[in-house]
């Protein structure tokens, strides 16, 4: 039996090079004659339809303006944006973590949530670092208020915070000052280039002053270690981003999550925040407290307020005198500096108004270390 197809069959598959194959509104051939397929010579396109091509270049057109958004945020904003992103996604998780399992049903399984919830913030305050670290600090020196598993993570938030390299840190020094830090023409005649101690929004150097000249003409002998203070150059970019991301979730927490009234409270701690930024207005606060106790009789002779030098000190940049002591809190180095019993302890515990008024040094606690002195002082 043979097959008897018309010719007019066969001239309604269009070819390749048809502009109604390119068009794709000639396939009525394939519909109306199925079986013929296998004698076309192209039954399918070879490009894909105009449809995913579409999907295709905005998928690849969107990944490219989120490349270009990342290396921009980091290179030129700080990350700043990706911190954001990253407190808002936790913040947000957190809240649905405690409105789903804190409830009296799950009674038994607080203890987890608590150890979960733990885990994001002190992750979240350790990625974005900065000015997050100093409000982990804060939550930690007042963590006898939180469930366990917080007051365990939050400890480690006092240990020293990550350096930045000295190339960084020559940086910043020669924009603030005019000169480097040392070497020919230097502020300094000794700059120890790695850090004594770093905090969450500067970092300290140790340093020796350029000898006096003598009324002979000869330099004198005598050495001058100073402590000096860099800040980090990332916060001050990074600090209204954080201050924004702050107030969003004190406002989420308020009007949404929780109904707690917290919000009240923003505005204030972003002024006391930004005023942590300025030096300079540490360094009054340093030299005020020094007259203050100068001409106090109850800590004139217990308690010793290191000198700034304001020629070298400015918005960024603070230099002090170098004072060598243990922190109050080395129970052993205080120990050893003045024996098994002291017979002569220093006034840390004076009273609560005078700890508070020498507060006034700095409103940076990170910093703000309290020392027992060789000679019993307490150098603030």
């Known amino acids: ?23 794709g509104e000639c396939r009525t051939a394939d519909l109306r004659y199925p079986r013929l397929r296998q004698f076309a010579t192209i039954s399918e396109p070879l490009h894909p339809p105009r ?18 958004l990342y290396g921009v945020d980091k290179y030129y904003n700080a ?5 954001n992103f990253r407190t ?6 957190i809240t649905a973590d405690y409105k789903w399992n804190f409830t009296p049903e799950k009674t038994k399984q607080i203890p987890q949530l608590h150890e979960r919830v733990a885990d994001r913030v002190f992750n979240l305050l350790t990625s974005n670092g900065g000015l997050y670290i100093k ?31 000295y190339s960084v840190v020559h940086d910043v020094f020669v924009k603030e000052l005019g000169r480097p830090p040392s070497g020919p023409g230097g502020v300094f005649e000794i700059f120890e280039e790695q850090a004594v101690a770093s905090a969450s929004i500067a970092q300290v150097h140790k340093a020796k ?19 000096v203070k860099i800040q980090k150059p990332d916060v001050s970019t990074q600090m209204e981003w954080d201050l924004g991301a702050y107030r969003m ?37 340093a030299r005020q407290t020094a007259e203050f106790v100068a001409n106090e009789p109850l800590l004139r002779d217990k308690v010793y307020i290191p000198k700034v030098y304001p020629e070298y000190s400015t918005k960024k940049v603070m230099t002090a005198e170098w004072i060598d002591g243990v922190r109050l809190s080395d129970r052993e180095g205080v120990f050893r500096l003045m024996g098994e019993h002291p017979t002569s ?5 004076i009273d609560p108004m005078s700890a508070a008024f020498l507060g006034r040094l700095t409103r940076y606690p990170c910093l703000r270390v309290r020392l027992v002195t060789p000679d019993a002082r307490q150098a603030s």
């Open 249 to 285: 979730v004190m406002w989420m927490f308020e009007h949404w999550a929780f109904d707690l009234p917290v919000y009240f409270v923003v505005d204030f701690v972003s002024d006391h925040l930004r005023q942590e930024l300025d030096f300079i207005r540490e360094a009054d606060n």
């Open 135 to 165: 409000i982990g600090q804060a939550i930690g020196a007042n963590a006898a208020l939180l469930p366990k598993p917080m007051q365990v993570r939050f400890a480690s938030l006092f240990d020293d915070a990550p350096q930045i390299p």
């Open 209 to 227: 002053l350029w000898p006096r000249i003598g009324t002979d003409g000869q330099p004198e002998k005598e050495e001058r270690w100073v402590a």
């Open 1 to 23: 039996m043979s097959l008897a197809v018309s010719a007019s069959a066969f001239t309604t598959l269009p070819s390749e090079a048809s502009p109604c194959r390119r068009s």
């Open 51 to 68: 449809r995913l091509r579409k999907y295709v270049k905005r998928t690849g057109y969107l990944a490219l303006g989120l490349g270009v």
């Open 79 to 83: 990350s700043s944006i990706i911190r």
């Open 88 to 93: 808002l996604w936790t913040c947000a998780m």
């Open 345 to 349: 302890a220093p006034l840390p515990f």
